[in-house]
């Protein structure tokens, strides 16, 4: 470990203790998987019918469902870990030990660093065991390939990242860790206001802009044509400039507020 | 630094100045501990000194001064100055929701100690606090002066050479705060600076080498404590009295007295030696008067504190 720059080694160990924290502590990483799994299962078994109906102009079976929601869930999974990083990040800052970490001579991006890659990989962890129980109910992807599947983790990666900076900014911008979780709730809506329960086509005119022009839709369309092989045309682009903008808005909005000094 | 010290000095400001907002925290204080020396800050709440404290650790920085720790300038490397300090802030800088080891294993591990060095660091100061029993609990469940350890412990693995202590003993029952200064002794037998500060006179004069007296921003007086105790006016002896007859004639027979007519207290200025104390006695007694209870009084810090914090207010609680 001494041969790596301090920066890395700092990091791993701010890792290392988030991860620590989220053995500890798995409520907020068990209710950030419970959501996805009961809508998935919720929208399945109750409204399953129902919203067939809206799928491929009607007459769609439940199969055919399962397949139009996974992805959609997957990525409301992503959506939902920012809420326990805002928290966490937060819950940081009232603490003492934060004045302990900024009076050290370590590297200073390292605990925010930390954070976000705890958080990218619980998110990305909690999304493969949401979609082995979107397997269990009968998800079945259409004849992707092992690059298709290795695309689609890494979308989810980079939505997951590109969230976490926004959501490591909520938390240090929070005077309190109640006050995190509610600022992070949006980010926890944006994924219902998106096209993963109904395409957009079905939705009224008036709302069709809003599920159009935010991030989850590009994304879920992105997802659908990894796995499922409908048409991505310029969704995949779109995905990842969203991704790369939220992402370095949230970085340096973050690190600002982190080097400010504290109150 | 102009300051010619026969030791050098491990923390030199000059002209330090903070405010927040239109409310000037920190006026311009000058401030000079040589190494290897206990400074302490004393004061209100409110005073200042945490500020102060946070600013020479880099936590917050100054409006305006000429400000160094461990020979760094510290508006120009902060991180240097990181390398060379430990805190202990007011509030404990512990992660409660791990264990007290695992405290000490992080904080080692930023230190970029080797692993083995790290164990053996954490599991020698764990048995030094005497946190051993508690280590693989969590933080969270430690009580005040446990924690406090806990803190202090963390703040010793990078074995820092200059040891910022805010307020080490606020909230500490008797037993941890002695436990407390025998911290600090040892720790300055080891030749470590220590920049502590307090509200409790008892402490600063037990600890420091240097007293500075930190009064609304600024420095009210500096100084050893016993020369910090010449700046009041010498002792007295206090006699209280039963009955108001009795009070009535001492009061009149004794010059120089302050009387106080409710509590029938006198309070006859006095250095507090045994001549004094006999030739007041013999008096009394030729004067067939007899005071119900007699207290001496030597000059403290605490005359020193209210002398120069305001009078006779009393160190007023909360607030800030």
Redesign the interface.
Known sequence: ??SLS?AV??SY?ML??NL??AR??PSLTLNVLLMPIVLLLLFVYVFGDVMSAGIDGGGAGRAEYIAYLVPGILLMTIGGAPVGTAVSVAMDMT????????????HRGSLLIGHVVGSVLRAVISVVLVGAVAVAVGFRSTDASALEWLAALGLLALVATAFTWIAVGTGLASPNVEAASNNALPLMILPFLSSAFVPVDAMPGWFQPVAEYQPFTPAIETLRGLLLGSAIGNEWWITICWCLGLGTLGYFWATSLFHR??R | MTTTTSRPLAIAAEGLRKAYGDKTVLDGIDLAVPTGTVFSLLGPNGAGKTTAVKILSTLVTADAGDLRVGGHDLAVDPQAVRAAIGVTGQFSAVDGLITGEENMLLVADLHHLPRREGRRTTAALLERFGLVAAAKKPAVTYSGGMRRRLDIAMTLVGNPRIIFLDEPTTGLDPRSRHTMWGIIRELVAGGVTVFLTTQYLEEADELADRIAVLNDGRIAAQGNADELKRIVPGGHVRLRFADRSAYRSAAVALREVTADDEALTLRIPSDGSQRELRSLLDWLDSADIEADQLTVHTPDLDDVFFALTGGADKPAEAVR
């Open positions: 470990m001494s301090p080694r700092d160990t290392r203790r620590l924290h500890r502590y603490e003492g030990i934060i004045a302990r970490f900024r009076t050290m001579a370590i000094d504290p």
